[in-house]
């Protein structure tokens, strides 16, 4: 197995797109990640997308994104994995480079979520759950999360302002970060005041319903100074790449407050890449809702059962705290376009690595790491990158 590299990098900022299509919205990520690897050619596309058939009536995603960006007569695919759809792409644009079997592979994501209804959207992303026993009691996807959150807070005893940390932690990022959606900090009485979607979950608690694409050139590591001469970046290596399921439904879990294909994932990563915890110098984590920050911080062994809220009460998740989270905003307010988010983490770890993160830089970043979460912890990608 060959070591991989990410050599070039593209985002679009993460907004309502009603003029962009979502070919567009895809080829201005794609085609501005080409342009930073100064490539005009790639041997594969893998697009990681969750809801395209469903909102906007078009399947054969990957082949269409090609098409538009000049890309054809390549392998062309879209990779779907509910929200994890963008790592779970990563992840086989990886294997397709390790292996040998691809040399230059281009992995996107990109979703379009605006342009339907919202009960249209709800009830698509209502699809990442059990659909025969789930779904079709017509709970919503916020709703299984607003059950986690309530049983959390019951069996530790956890106030639901203890979770606010993790949402002024990441609008205070987000602040700084010209790609997303929301670019104001707020404050405790912001989070305590704002409107309840499903209790315990309020507005602040939950990420946005948006449209955005992310790319990244991955190439073998011997062969990434052909791509980085004379760039204002480097490479920056893929150290590790993991996945593992759970089950669908919640209720089928032997412990519902333990994401055990997070537990999974991330300790397939640390054995891969030779990594502890205790190395990793910022965390982009899935924090779709503010209990799944949590949930994570437990399953990946930076903090105890039950105490992962701490970390944002006691501000150790901040730029300059203990383990730095959701560094440019994460999904809560960079924003969540499903099945780009995992792309745009990884975008953001190349962004740190290399000391290009501006106001958000964690200083002396060397190791990052990332997890992708799909539906309510059924499939976990971890990914970890060092320079």
Same mark, same amino acid.
């Given at each position: 197995? &060959? ?24 080829y201005?990520? +794609?085609? *501005? ?8 050619r ?12 469903? /909102?906007? #009536? ?8 090609? $098409? !538009? ?6 392998? *062309? ?46 009830a698509?992303?209502?699809t990442?759950? #059990? ?12 709703? /299984? ?7 959390? %807070?019951?069996?530790? $005893? +956890? ?11 990441a609008?205070?990022?987000g ?5 997303? %959606? !929301?670019?104001?900090p ?16 309020? %507005?602040?608690?939950?990420?946005? +319903?948006? $449209?955005g ?13 052909e ?7 480097g ?12 089950? /669908? *439904?919640?209720?089928?879990?032997? #412990? ?10 991330s ?18 984590v899935?924090?779709a809702?503010?209990i %799944?920050? *949590? =949930? ?13 809220? &701490? ?11 203990? =383990?730095?989270?959701s ?6 307010? &960079? ?7 995992? +792309?745009?983490?990884i ?8 000391g ?20 309510s ?7 970890? /990158?060092?320079?």
């Amino acid at each position: 197995m &060959r070591s991989v590299s990410i050599v070039g990098i593209g985002q679009t900022p993460v907004d309502e797109h009603w003029d962009l299509s979502v070919r567009h919205i895809a080829y201005h990520a +794609v085609s *501005a990640a080409m342009q930073d690897a100064g490539i005009e050619r790639a041997d594969a596309l893998y697009v990681g997308n969750m809801l395209s058939g469903r /909102l906007l #009536d078009q399947e054969h995603l990957a082949t269409l994104i090609a $098409d !538009f960006s000049g890309l054809r007569g390549i392998e *062309a695919a879209k990779i779907e994995a509910a929200c994890a759809s963008g790592g779970a792409a990563l992840r086989i644009g990886y294997m397709a480079v390790a292996s040998g079997m691809h040399d230059v592979v281009i992995v996107a994501g990109v979703e379009k979520m605006t342009d339907t209804p919202s009960g249209g959207t709800t009830a698509g992303l209502a699809t990442a759950a #059990d659909a025969e026993y789930e779904s079709a009691h017509g709970i919503t996807f916020v709703g /299984l999360n607003a059950l986690l959150m309530q049983r959390y %807070m019951y069996e530790y $005893d +956890v106030p639901v302002d203890a979770f606010a940390g993790f949402s002024i932690n990441a609008h205070r990022n987000g602040a700084n970060n010209p790609n997303a %959606m !929301f670019q104001r900090p707020i404050d405790l009485k912001t989070y305590v005041n704002a409107p309840m979607i499903a209790t315990p979950i309020n %507005m602040m608690d939950s990420s946005p +319903v948006c $449209d955005g694409a992310a790319a990244v050139v991955l190439v073998a590591t011997e062969r990434a100074s052909e791509f980085t001469t004379g760039h204002h970046r480097g490479a920056v290596q893929i150290l590790a790449s993991s996945s593992a399921n759970d089950t /669908l *439904a919640i209720h089928d879990r032997k #412990d519902p407050l333990f994401l055990e294909a997070g537990y999974v994932s991330s300790q397939k990563a640390y054995v891969q890449s030779g990594v502890t915890p205790s190395d990793v110098d910022l965390f982009e984590v899935h924090d779709a809702f503010t209990i %799944m920050s *949590a =949930l994570t911080l437990e399953a990946t062994g930076f903090a105890r059962r039950g105490e992962g809220w &701490r970390m944002a009460q006691d501000d150790e998740i901040g730029i300059g705290g203990r =383990l730095p989270i959701s560094t440019m905003g994460g999904l809560k307010s &960079r924003g969540h376009p499903v099945g780009a988010t995992g +792309v745009y983490q990884i975008v953001e770890l190349v962004q740190q690595l290399t000391g290009t993160s501006g106001g958000n830089q964690v200083k002396g970043a060397h190791i990052g790491m990332a997890q992708n979460i799909g539906g309510s912890g059924a499939t976990i990608v971890t990914h970890i /990158l060092g320079v």
